[in-house]
């Protein structure tokens, strides 16, 4: 109606979901998949995937979120999949899918927003999902998960589940290495002891070494570290802990904070407990440190985390109950924000900038071009050079402060 105040529009907001991937490149996050409980009707209750074609994409300075269409060869819209950002690309690897496992590889041109299918030479590893992955000198690095049994010989132990007709499906600790430059699949020879079988685990790593942690074997949800050097192909073992350790999970996060640092978030216990304890790992010593001031009310499991430059850590979406009760449960679509390093003094700055943009953004147009884009896109306005008179007056204001 003529004169009538127009409504506000609504935040765009994703679905909310479990199960999903999520990789941070430049300062955006990029979220695709999941699955979420559906109430069709009264009583009734089943798991949807989200669709395929859907990309969100977080702004982590404007701290807003877009949805954008994706095109290309699509993978099956699928939950437990693994992510891996490498060269502009997002490379997505197994998942579940409509009571089956995929062990199919795809990528998503980040600028393009492009699917393509990844054929690659040699033995690509089974069907599954719930695995690990470290990307190294262009190679994809992919240990464990829960699937079928494999078809084709594969190098390692396959643990079949008994609770499943048959064993057909079951836990494994297979290492399978895809070359995005040669486009081949291979499995490493490695040396030391390596873990047991496992799903639902996280890994992570800082420089040629990727530090696994955690998941779930038969009935235990485990809290053993291991570490495998990525250019000799050697296990650790089990790496002996100084000090307190975490609480035993699997469907927790674990991302690179620094140089030598990893933070643990979330998960969910042997007791079928959802967890909301944060962790850090020193990589030299091997000591956890226990975050013990984060709130304790939000558990989250089977979420991302995904860390920026500035070593922030965000982690999206996830379950905050128990996954496995029969009644509908709690999925999540928030983002918890963990500034668990030193924020940078240029970041100081620009946070300063915009907390008092009224009085400093004016001048602002003076910055380096980098920096000026930076602060355009979080404070939404375009940075214009202030009037010659404007800057000698507020130089006049600040002599003898």
Not at 29 to 54: C, H, I, K, N, S
Not at 76 to 88: F, K, N, R
Not at 89 to 111: Q, V
Not at 227 to 233: E, F, G, H, K, P
Request: hydrophobic fraction near 35%.
């Amino acid at each position: 109606m003529e004169g009538a105040m127009a409504a506000e529009q609504a935040p765009c907001l994703p679905r909310e979901r479990s199960g999903h991937v999520a990789v941070i490149w430049g300062t955006r996050m990029f979220v695709w998949g999941g699955y979420v409980d559906e109430d069709p009707q009264e009583g009734a209750d089943w798991d949807r995937y989200l669709p395929t074609e859907e990309l969100w994409i977080y702004d982590t300075e404007t701290q807003t979120w877009t949805k954008e269409m994706t095109s290309g060869q699509y993978p099956p819209a699928m939950s437990g999949s693994c992510s891996a950002l490498l060269g502009g690309f997002m490379y997505i690897f197994g998942g579940h899918y409509d009571m089956a496992n995929s062990n199919k590889l795809f990528r998503l041109n980040l600028r393009t927003l492009e699917w393509q299918g990844v054929e690659g030479k040699g033995i690509p590893p089974s069907q599954r999902d719930k695995l690990g992955c470290w990307v190294y000198e262009r190679k994809l690095i992919y240990f464990g998960g829960y699937g079928f049994r494999p078809q084709s010989p594969l190098r390692g132990q396959f643990e079949p589940d008994e609770a499943v007709g048959l064993g057909l499906r079951g836990w494994n600790n297979h290492l399978c290495v895809f070359d995005t430059v040669a486009e081949e699949w291979y499995q490493p020879e490695t040396t030391g002891e390596v873990p047991v079988p496992r799903a639902a685990h996280a890994c992570a790593r800082i420089d040629n070494r990727g530090y696994l942690f955690g998941g779930r074997y038969l009935e235990t949800r485990m809290n053993d570290l291991h570490c495998i050097n990525l250019d000799t192909w050697e296990w650790s073992g089990r790496i002996t802990v100084p000090g307190g350790l975490p609480l035993g999970r699997s469907w927790h996060s674990l991302t690179p904070i620094s140089t030598n640092q990893l933070f643990l978030y979330g998960g969910f216990t042997t007791q079928c407990q959802p967890l909301s304890d944060g962790w850090v790992l020193d990589t030299n010593t091997h000591e956890w440190m226990n975050l013990d001031y984060l709130a304790t009310d939000k558990p989250r499991l089977w979420h991302t985390g995904c860390s920026t430059l500035e070593g922030e850590v965000f982690v999206f979406g996830g379950c905050s109950t128990n996954l496995l009760q029969p009644m509908p449960t709690v999925h999540c679509n928030d983002i918890l924000v963990f500034s668990v390093m030193p924020r940078s003094l240029q970041r100081i700055c620009l946070d300063t900038i915009v907390h008092h943009k009224d009085v400093l953004a004016p001048l602002c147009s003076m910055l380096p071009r980098e920096l000026r884009l930076r602060l355009e896109r979080r404070l939404g306005i375009p940075l214009t050079n202030p009037a010659p008179e404007q800057v000698q007056h507020r130089k006049c204001e600040g002599v003898g402060a």
